[in-house]
């Protein structure tokens, strides 16, 4: 381990070196006069900004054995409070050990080829975050009344464009159906406020009274967290009943973040384990991307859920809660149709979501995406895409393995409020396994309250599709465009409290299916009957 008087050596040597030490501060000047660069902690906090902290300068020893969580806790320390640039040693190999430490990132991190170790078998606290990518800038205080859907502006002029999140507690949404149903959630909407009070991000429900306002500014100058290379070694954690999440992640919370290049790799399941949260966990916070990373789908555990039944335990390698504009490029993983793998992200209460050219088991939205939702050159694997939301959903230029093309989320009402558009897409239903297609699957029989009124896309519009349903039962007789919302119960509209609102029109065109047989709308009859059919020529 390197005693503080020789890291601190060893800084000023790589100082000298760089050609950037000056003088002592004690009145001393360089040739060019200007203020000297001073040893870390012995004269004062003035610093070059072209100095890099390493995570060795402050006692890590990267070969894999070593605890060195501490040493890169007071390396980002050093970092924030100067405003330097970290980076690795490209041969090492960090282990994270097993200390509830958390290291905070406040400036951009090259991790580039070094490798980190993460040892799940046995740890302090396994909610607690191994690093948090987190804004320097304290919360600033505005006030909100009153808010309407989709309000455009505000009386408010904060000093920053503030990532702003609202709730009224008074107010419950989602409340979930099925085996893992629960009371809902309070209602809630994340959006960014300009400093001339513009908002961005829809509003998505009315405010009579606002019970709890969270300002975080924004700061303007984009965070970029590049490389590394993640093992984790997974948890063990037995627990029959209900879930109990892992973090042992990176926690992305600052507004203009960029994640690239990231791998991370899951090693050591075993028959038993507990899901986690997301490697990396996005949340409360607005404009972030991840670009260039590789994740791992984890095994799929099961346990008791709220009905009192047997359920699968969801874990992630990608998560975002509540995120304005949150975009994912060229990010990819392998096996995306191994059924033994859970889909690899889930998010939640966000506004605006972009994927393109990415390689997924799965993309989902449990709890909503409002604005627009669009998938562009991905290709998505057996999981498919899930949706729950408003605005317009638009997929196009690629290809899908799910048992639907789109699947509305039926423990969140099957609810899209808006328009659908499906352009330029091959479909293999099933991951090519026997199935009998229905396109787009809805469930929703109008008995349940969801804390909001529920909707099948309004508007559909297909422009390009390849149906490759040659893998189908004998007596199969082509696709349905729509499931049957009810699944074959015959319920009376009268009898609804909750009714499921129809998609008014259906527009196709530029269709082909692999069977050579003609697509209908719906097993349904309701539903059969109130779609316009459109064939555009």
Not at 93 to 111: C, E, P, Q, S, V
Not at 142 to 169: E, F, G, S
Not at 463 to 485: A, E, I, R, T
Request: net charge positive.
């Amino acid at each position: 381990m390197i005693s503080k008087r020789n890291m601190l050596l060893h800084l000023w040597i790589m100082a000298i070196s760089a050609s950037v030490f000056s003088a002592a501060a004690e009145g001393f000047k360089g040739h060019s006069g200007s203020v000297p660069l001073l040893m870390p902690g012995l004269a004062g906090n003035v610093t070059s900004q072209d100095e890099v902290v390493t995570y060795e300068a402050f006692g890590a020893v990267g070969d894999g054995v070593h605890d060195d969580l501490p040493a890169i806790c007071k390396a980002h320390e050093h970092a924030n409070a100067r405003g330097l640039r970290v980076k690795t040693r490209p041969d090492a190999t960090y282990h994270l050990g097993r200390k509830a430490l958390t290291a905070i990132i406040a400036t951009d991190t090259d991790w580039g080829t070094s490798r980190f170790t993460i040892d799940d078998t046995q740890v302090e606290n396994h909610r607690k975050s191994l690093f948090e990518v987190r804004s320097l800038l304290g919360r600033e205080e505005i006030k909100i009344a009153r808010l309407t859907r989709d309000q455009k502006q505000l009386d408010v002029r904060p000093r920053h464009d503030c990532y702003v999140q609202v709730t009224n507690n008074k107010i419950k949404r989602y409340i979930r159906r099925g085996l893992n149903a629960n009371s809902g959630t309070s209602q809630r909407d994340c959006f960014i406020l300009r400093r001339d009070g513009r908002i961005e991000g829809d509003i998505d429900w009315d405010y009579d009274t606002v019970d709890r306002v969270e300002a975080y500014p924004m700061d303007e100058k984009r965070l970029v967290l590049r490389g590394g290379i993640f093992t984790t070694i997974a948890n063990r954690m037995k627990q029959e009943v209900g879930y109990n999440y892992w973090a042992r992640n990176i926690r992305v919370s600052r507004s203009n973040t960029e994640v690239d290049g990231l791998t991370h790799y899951v090693v050591g399941e075993t028959e038993v384990g507990h899901p986690y949260s997301g490697f990396i966990s996005v949340g409360s916070c607005a404009n972030i991307t991840l670009r260039n990373c590789f994740a791992t789908a984890h095994k799929t555990y099961k346990t008791i859920g709220a009905a009192g039944k047997p359920v699968s335990m969801g874990s992630y390698d990608y998560s975002a809660n509540s995120v304005v504009n949150f975009t994912m490029i060229g990010c990819r993983m392998e096996n995306i149709n191994d059924r033994t793998l859970w889909g690899v992200i889930g998010t939640n209460f966000c506004k605006n979501i972009v994927l393109e050219d990415c390689t997924l088991s799965r993309m989902d939205t449990h709890m909503g995406v409002s604005g627009k939702y669009v998938i562009r050159r991905c290709t998505l694997g057996y999981m498919g895409l899930n949706a729950i939301g408003r605005g317009v959903l638009t997929v196009e230029d690629s290809t899908l393995y799910g048992s639907s093309l789109i699947n509305f989320r039926s423990d969140y009402g099957s609810t899209w409020e808006g328009d659908v558009v499906i352009r330029n897409c091959r479909w293999i239903p099933n991951a090519g396994h026997s199935s009998r297609p229905q396109m787009i699957h809805t469930s929703n029989d109008g008995m349940h309250d969801f804390g909001y009124p529920c909707f099948m896309p309004r508007d559909i519009t297909i422009d390009g599709l390849f149906v490759d349903d040659s893998n189908h039962p004998k007596d199969y007789q082509g696709l349905y465009f729509f499931s049957d919302p009810d699944g074959g119960k015959e319920i009376k509209q009268a009898e609804r409290p909750f009714p499921y609102q129809p998609c008014r029109t259906l527009r196709v065109g530029r269709l082909t299916t692999a069977s050579g047989k003609p697509p209908r709308i719906s097993p349904s009859a309701d539903i059969d009957k109130s779609v316009h059919f459109i064939e555009v020529k």
